[in-house]
């Protein structure tokens, strides 16, 4: 059986090798170009922190190739809303492009509308060249000379011109490319390691429109020195001509091709503070240690005085979890629902677990773009065979029958809860005509992977667990209930429960502060080492702090630990999704509604599963501990 379950492991392990391998690796070799060869400009998603809802490029009235290509995505740049087309823009490496006239569109009522909206909402236009995503140069207002990005370009901006009280919509339909390449000193070849964008709105001028031949008098080679605001800007109304142009540059850099995303991972204005994260983690493991090391010498006391004892009459006195041995193991209420989170819950450790391993080891950078949610899918349904087998290791302990109806808990519980609220949102966002909208093919492949991979995973998983032996418990259980003390009121369950999230969600939420402006704010995260440690830490409160809430519950002789061991460390999940509230009020400016349902849905969907997570890893740790103490001591 071992044998047979190591070949499994290893044929999910290869599996898992591969996918990586076939998602992530391609694109990301280094590509060299000759002078004159062609470039061409990719356009992705229109994107705003606002509405957090993105749009095809084409939503907009822009200047169209003339067949539109999609790209080929995987499914991770799918559930992100990266539409990836081809479009007009195309260069000639190392040559340089005096102004260059892509065409002209005439605004009609819907298209200026649309076009305002987009502008009143901050949205943005996203490049993408040799897999580099466009940038803008941005000043800090801090005076501090480095090089700081904004991910892609505005649509236009909103403002008065010549003394024009009102306030009128300006498009950006002049780009002044600048392309940064790396030269190969013994061949004639180049890499492209930066792709910038200097926007900017000209009215542009001509006297008879030629579409094979456009004479545009204000296009020409000293176009590309204007200054953004110097000249007369393009105003988006019904009925106006629109010509979108472009000029492009090249600069020859000193920045290697291995290093040319180090600019693009520095977009935030708000540096790490990497002092104050190190000292909030000293905190929180000296706390740990100072725990760890109270239990330990409390513990050793106790149950060196428990196996002093010489007489029933002495143990009798005695009081604390020795008492409640005859109870302690006795079967849960709900125990099936209580195997099921469980299982779950494994099964989000492994998918958490490995897809951080893969991050460390380099194939979830943010160059391979959709990579971490195309792992994050894959791991969840090959750690489908974890979870069956843990629930159903627990389910026989707990002399349970009818293991297939908890399988099939464990297999549609969670992912149909997710399922069920992806799909009232991706409703909303469908409503909307946003691209972030899931195809229905995605959606079809999607329910593909949870009923034909994760389902029988899951029954595999639990069919092994099942053949297990059953968990022997260390005591015997009594066949009468021992009643439960009147406790205290800082001992009652709620008061207890809410406490113990306390510490877990201290562990992680500075580092949850960069993670949601990653998610909402459109930055790259990239900090996967330190993201592991923060993830190490928060396993260690979990344990620790559940681990203590435990030992003083049965010190209250108090046997009911099972569910209240979940909860305890369950519970950081509510103070997770009420920072998420503090951090929508403080930090977002999303005032659509749809936006603010789309936000707090997401949230709610990571603080449950944040809730399965935490709770699992505080329940082993109990259960752990509690069979550690109850094996140490002697029993009559």
């Known amino acids: 059986m071992d044998r047979r379950r190591s070949l499994w492991l290893t044929v999910i392990f290869i599996s898992l090798l591969s996918s990586a391998h076939s998602f992530y690796l391609p694109g990301v070799a280094p590509r060299n170009f000759q002078t004159g060869d062609p470039l061409n400009i990719k356009v992705n998603k229109l994107s705003s922190t606002k509405t957090q809802l993105p749009y095809d490029y084409y939503f907009l009235k822009y200047c169209r190739p003339t067949k539109i290509v999609n790209s080929a995505e995987n499914l991770g740049e799918v559930l992100r809303g990266d539409r990836i087309e081809n479009s007009v823009y195309s260069f000639q490496m190392r040559q340089e492009q005096p102004c260059q006239v892509i065409c002209k569109q005439k605004l009609n009522a819907e298209s200026a509308k649309n076009f305002k909206e987009m502008i009143d909402d901050e949205y943005r236009v996203n490049m993408i060249l040799d897999n580099l995503p466009v940038a803008v140069l941005r000043q800090r207002r801090d005076g501090i000379k480095s090089i700081t990005y904004e991910h892609g370009f505005r649509v236009g901006f909103k403002g008065n011109y010549a003394g024009s009280k009102e306030e009128k919509y300006f498009i950006n339909n002049h780009l002044s490319f600048r392309v940064m390449y790396h030269k190969d000193p013994e061949t004639d070849t180049a890499r492209i390691v930066g792709f910038e964008v200097t926007p900017n709105s000209i009215n542009h001028e001509y006297k008879e429109w030629d579409e094979k031949n456009p004479q545009v008098t204000t296009c020409n080679e000293k176009t590309k020195d204007l200054v953004p605001g110097s000249s007369v800007p393009q105003e988006v109304d019904a009925d106006k001509d629109v010509v979108f142009t472009y000029d492009v540059s090249f600069e020859e850099s000193d920045v290697k091709w291995a290093s040319r995303w180090d600019t693009y991972l520095l977009m935030n204005d708000d540096q790490i503070h990497w002092f104050s994260i190190i000292n909030s983690l000293m905190i929180v493991l000296f706390l740990s240690g100072m725990v760890a090391m109270i239990m330990m010498r409390t513990l050793y006391r106790d149950i060196a005085n428990y196996n002093q004892l010489e007489t029933q009459d002495e143990a009798q006195e005695e009081t604390g979890w020795k008492l409640v ?215 260690i409160t979990c344990a620790e702090i559940t681990v203590v809430l435990c030992y003083f519950q049965l010190c209250s002789e108090d046997y009911n630990w099972w569910w209240r061991a979940y909860l305890t460390a369950g519970s950081s999940a509510l103070y997770l999704f009420l920072y998420s509230i503090f951090y929508f009020f403080t930090k977002l400016e999303i005032s659509k509604l749809v936006s603010g349902i789309l936000y707090f849905g997401y949230m709610l969907i990571a603080s449950y599963a944040f809730f399965v997570l935490t709770g699992t890893i505080g329940f082993y740790a109990c259960f752990w501990f509690v069979r550690k103490i109850y094996s140490s001591v002697k029993i009559d």
């Open 325 to 539: 041995h005859g109870d302690v193991f006795r079967v849960p209420t709900n125990s099936g629902l209580l195997c099921v989170y469980v299982g779950t819950g494994v099964q989000i450790f492994g998918m958490t677990l490995v897809t951080m391993i893969f991050a460390l080891l380099g194939f979830l950078s943010p160059s391979n773009r959709g990579g971490l949610m195309t792992a994050m899918v894959l791991l969840w349904v090959f750690m489908g065979l974890l979870a069956g087998y843990s629930s159903a290791r627990f389910y026989k302990m707990f002399k349970g029958t009818e293991w297939k109806r908890i399988t099939l808990k464990t297999a549609f519980m969670f992912p149909g809860i997710l399922f069920a609220l992806f799909f009232v949102l991706n409703a909303l966002i469908w409503e909307e005509h946003s691209s972030g909208a899931l195809p229905f093919g995605t959606m079809l492949a999607l329910v593909c992977l949870w009923f034909g991979i994760s389902v029988p995973l899951v029954f595999v998983g639990s069919y092994l667990g099942y053949k297990k032996p059953a968990i022997e418990d260390p005591v015997k259980t009594n066949k009468i209930p021992r009643q439960v003390p009147e406790l205290a009121w800082y001992m009652k369950p709620a008061f207890s429960v809410l406490i113990g999230g306390i510490l877990p969600f201290g562990a992680v939420f500075i580092e949850l502060f960069f993670i949601l402006t990653s998610i909402w704010l459109n930055q790259f995260y990239y900090i996967f080492g330190f993201l592991f440690i923060v993830f190490v830490i928060l396993i």
